[in-house]
């Protein structure tokens, strides 16, 4: 099992919605300055409760591995969230799962991929003809799998390369026995980097990637209201 779902929440109402969201959250979201970073992380935490009151699960209750992935203690479900400007998006599923949206702003500084991303990567940007968009495929595909993982950016982004030929994406890692060995930290967790199934998805302005263990095909979108 595996769902998807995106909620653009720049008309999310903070004060009736932050009632809904656990202590923790209140605290973290009060910590931004902006109103537009706490409606994405007040959005977040709700979107997320949505989708686990859909499968029938209630007080989940949170801990964090060993690279400080959070996870579910009392369900055996994975999650992983994510936001970018006003959209926030959640995965869902039985077994590991990253997830990544990214606004596609066109002043992105194309140096990070220079710098950073794996050589192929980076001259296939420069040989498109909309740089900032190729740019921003590799980088929510790139950060969904580091998320898969759990390593984060533990996982240098030039450690691995995303080949994209068409709808087939796939991960070429420098060293797999480096990284399977930094995976096994979270010895509670599941460890695969032989079946993964990585999906792009262009959602207007924005991009979202999904790294996991199961073909993804869709996904669902809220309306904010739907969420509180």
């Known amino acids: 099992m595996i769902k998807i779902a995106i909620c653009n ?17 209140q605290k973290k979201v009060s910590k931004y300055r902006f109103l537009k970073d706490k409606k994405l992380s007040c959005g977040a935490q709700l979107l997320l409760n949505k989708m686990l009151s859909e499968e029938d699960i209630s007080s989940p209750e949170y801990d964090e591995d060993y690279y400080h992935k ?19 998006a959640c995965a869902l599923s039985n077994k590991n799962v990253g997830i990544d949206i990214e606004y596609v702003d066109k002043n992105i500084d194309l140096n990070i991929a220079k710098h950073y991303f794996y050589d192929e990567e980076y001259e296939k940007i420069t040989k498109s003809s909309d740089k900032e968009d190729e740019f921003f495929k590799y980088w929510v ?8 993982t759990s390593l984060g950016f ?9 080949n994209i030929e068409y ?32 999906k792009l998805f262009n959602i207007e302005d924005y ?5 996991s263990l199961e073909e993804v095909s869709e996904f669902k979108v809220y309306d904010v209201k739907e969420l509180y």
Do not use: C
């Open 70 to 88: 959070p996870y579910i203690i009392n369900h055996d479900i994975e999650f992983n969230i994510s936001h970018s400007k006003e959209i926030v």
């Open 141 to 148: 595909l790139k950060e969904s799998f580091m998320k898969y």
């Open 167 to 198: 709808e087939d994406i796939n991960v070429l890692l420098k060293n797999k026995d480096k990284t399977l060995k930094q995976m096994r930290k979270n010895n509670n967790r599941s460890i695969d980097l032989d079946n993964l199934k990585l």
């Open 9 to 25: 929440v720049k008309d999310l109402e903070l004060e009736k919605a932050i009632k809904k969201v656990s202590k923790k959250r």
């Open 207 to 211: 991009k979202l990637a999904v790294t």
């Open 154 to 162: 533990n996982l240098e982004l030039n450690e691995f390369n995303i």
